[in-house]
């Protein structure tokens, strides 16, 4: 089992800097892939990010160049340094974890999810 509490959202003008983190439970976190979604009002949820165990790193194309993923499995903990941040970008945002390293743009293959925390984004 893994517990997943993601914090670090907030409002920010566009142009602005966030960094979301997301704190695990549970004993084997640097076994697993950890990803990020979002979801606007209205719209479906979306890949954002995703980290394996060997830290390879996969994007979505909407925030590439903006947004790093970055885990520090001592900490058991995945961040999501946002930058140069979009209105578009306004969504909750999720953390999730799964055991392998396939299909990381899939939120159904992903066994565990966060709470979610709100990014806003104003113009």
């Known amino acids: 089992q893994v517990h997943l509490v993601e914090s670090g959202g907030g409002l920010v003008q566009a142009g602005g800097s966030l960094r979301l983190s997301c704190a695990a439970s549970?004993?084997?976190?640097?076994?697993?892939?950890m990803g990020w979604f979002r979801q606007a009002p209205e719209k479906e949820r979306e890949f954002v990010a995703a980290i394996t165990r060997t830290a390879s790193t996969y994007y979505a194309d909407s925030v590439k160049g903006r947004f790093t993923i970055s885990r520090d499995n001592a900490e058991k903990t995945v961040y999501l340094q946002m930058n140069s941040l979009k209105p578009e970008d306004t969504a909750a945002y999720y953390c999730?974890?799964?055991?392998?390293?396939?299909?990381?743009?899939?939120?159904?293959?992903?066994?565990?999810w966060g709470q979610g925390t709100q990014v806003t984004v104003s113009s």
């Open positions: 999730a974890a799964k055991m392998n390293g396939n299909y990381v743009d899939t939120g159904s293959m992903y066994d565990y």
């Open positions: 549970g004993r084997t976190f640097s076994s697993y892939t």
